[in-house]
Each structure stands twice: as structure tokens, then as C-alpha cells.
């Protein structure tokens, strides 16, 4: 009798183990056919969230990016209106992370790149006039016009520059930032080096402002830009419980990660060669197929078929 019920068990298991290991990956939830994503006006995110959104394309899915700024963007994801970050600056944004880990408001999916930098720059022949640090600002505030150039208001680097200035750490007491948009503080650094004036701003990589300009980055802004210039790591955020609604999705921006020369490739198509940010990530990745791989590896479209054959039609790959 046992042998009988056994061979019974083996017969059931020997069915059903091809269609077991046929199943795909559990299917997301029907409110997951839309990713939403924010963008800061950056345009290391606006590549990044160009990428990803030709990657949802071919699976099947929609991309919806809402261009808000950094504490905005923050306060969306607590709220529930944003689904995925891709521009997490640490430990720039610390505070902002201790304000959504207190909320139980946000889920770390994965670190997308490594060997960023982000801190105060100077053009290299301010930098040969002696401006090499921090601490030599302040002996040239008339050359500077006591004005050091950030990002958009609300950002968490301008407000370290604000609170450097505040606490009148490196005697730039008096000092202002000019706050405006990525774009237009390039633009005040063209001019700048254009005439060989001085000027002061907020330089990162990946960007292209990294061979568009000769700059030196400052040493010395540790204790508000970290060490090793501002090193950072940029990492990929959900607002907590969609991975687990959409485990097929959160799989692909589990694997999504970049470097420092595939984003700088990215930002000059758009800067440089003005190109629309859909079409740059097409251009990227059909000059760069080997990538979507390791970015796809399990991950299904959104109807559940296989993510990979799917991604390269729609490239035309």
C-alpha cells in the first residue's frame, strides 16, 4: 500500500515538475503597468531614467517622470506618488534617507553606481592662481563676488553650502549662493571661462562639465561634501511595499547599474548632441547591447513572457 501511494506521489511529481518549472516569476499587480520615477533636473537622473524607461518600454510596462526637486521628490515617495529614485546621492542626502527610514517610507533596491564625486570646483586657472582648497576662498571674495553658484533651490548641496557659510566655517561669512537649475549654472560657468573670471560652483561626475571644462575640484569640504571630493555612491530607492507588489519590475532595477563612463556617454548625447533623452538611451543601447543581459536576467515583460527578446525588438536589436 505505502509503495503504491508512493509511486502514486512520484507519478503526480513527474506532471506536474515541467509545469512547475515552466511558471514564471509571480506577476506583478495590474497597478504596476506604470512605473512613476522623479527626476531632480539633473541630468545624470535624466539619462539613468532614460535607460530605464526604454528598458519598461519593451517589457511592456509605462514610465511616468514627474521633474521635481530633491525634498519634493522625497516627500512624494513618503506619500506614495513616486515608485522609484534613481538618483539617491550618499551621504550627501543622509538627511533625507533618516527622514524616510523614520517614515518606514522607502526600500534601498540596489547602490546603481559607484565612484561618483560631488563638491565645490574652481576653472583650473583659478585653481593655478592659488584657489586649491576650501580655506582659500575667502582671501579672493572680491574676485568671486562673494557668490559661490549651486544647483536648484532646495537641494541638499546648497543648503551645506548654506550652512558652511552660516556657521562661517572658512571665513565666508557674508558670502551668497546663487541657486538655479543644472543648465543654467553651466551656463554662468561658460560665460565665466569664457572671459577668464573667476567663479566658484558645484561640480559632480558623471557629467560631461568633466571634459567641457578644465576645472579643479577643492579639497578641504569634507565635513560637508565627505571625503575624496564629495565620493559618493548613487542609489536606487522605492517607496516601501512596491517591491513586493511588483516583484517583476523591482527585479529589473535590482540589476540596473551604471558607471561613471556609460553616464558620461549618456549626458553628452543630451548636452552635447542634443539629443532627446528616449532617443540618446536608444542610441546608448544599441551601441551597448551586451548590457541588457546581466540587466535582464529573470525578468519577465509585464504579460510574462521573457524580458530579454522583448527588450531587443523593441530596440530593433
Known amino acids: 500500500m505505502n509503495r503504491s501511494l508512493l509511486a502514486a506521489a512520484a507519478l503526480s511529481l513527474a506532471v506536474l515538475c515541467p509545469v512547475l518549472l515552466a511558471a514564471p516569476a509571480r506577476a506583478d499587480a495590474p497597478s504596476c503597468k506604470t512605473v512613476r520615477m522623479s527626476d531632480p533636473g539633473w541630468t545624470d537622473i535624466t539619462s539613468t531614467n532614460a535607460i530605464a524607461g526604454a528598458l519598461l518600454g519593451g517589457l511592456g510596462y509605462e514610465q511616468d517622470v514627474k521633474t521635481l526637486s530633491v ?51 574652481v576653472p583650473s586657472y583659478v585653481a593655478e ?22 544647483i536648484e533651490p532646495g537641494a541638499p548641496a546648497n543648503q551645506n553650502i548654506q550652512k558652511m557659510i552660516d556657521a562661517d566655517d572658512f571665513g565666508l561669512k557674508g558670502w551668497k549662493v546663487v541657486e538655479s ?48 571630493f564629495g565620493g559618493a555612491d548613487v542609489r536606487t530607492l522605492a517607496r516601501t511595499g512596491w517591491a513586493g507588489e511588483c516583484p517583476n519590475a523591482a527585479k529589473l532595477f535590482k540589476q540596473l547599474t551604471f558607471d561613471l563612463p556609460m553616464e558620461n556617454a549618456m549626458m553628452g548625447l543630451i548636452l552635447d548632441d542634443g539629443k532627446e533623452p528616449a532617443a540618446a538611451a536608444k542610441t546608448w543601447l544599441k ?31
Open 181 to 228: 537649475g543644472e543648465q543654467a549654472m553651466l551656463a554662468q560657468v561658460k560665460r565665466a571661462t569664457n572671459g577668464k573670471d573667476w567663479i566658484v560652483f558645484l561640480a559632480w561626475a558623471p557629467h560631461p562639465m568633466n571634459a567641457n571644462f578644465d576645472l579643479t575640484y577643492l579639497s578641504g569640504g569634507d565635513a560637508y561634501f565627505g571625503p575624496n
Open 71 to 121: 525634498p519634493i521628490g522625497y516627500e512624494s515617495m513618503k506619500n506614495g506618488n513616486i515608485d522609484v529614485f534613481l538618483g539617491n546621492w550618499m551621504p550627501a542626502q543622509q538627511k533625507f534617507i533618516d527622514a524616510l527610514d523614520k517614515a518606514k517610507a522607502a526600500d534601498v533596491l540596489a547602490t546603481n553606481l559607484k565612484g561618483a564625486k560631488f563638491t565645490l570646483a
Open 129 to 150: 592662481a592659488g584657489v586649491k582648497d576650501f580655506k582659500d576662498l575667502a582671501a579672493h571674495a572680491d574676485k568671486f563676488g562673494s557668490a559661490i553658484y549651486g
Open 287 to 317: 551601441a551597448h547591447p551586451d548590457v541588457l543581459g546581466p540587466w535582464l536576467e529573470g525578468v519577465t515583460t509585464f504579460d510574462g513572457k521573457p524580458g530579454l527578446p522583448a527588450v531587443k525588438a523593441s530596440l530593433g536589436l
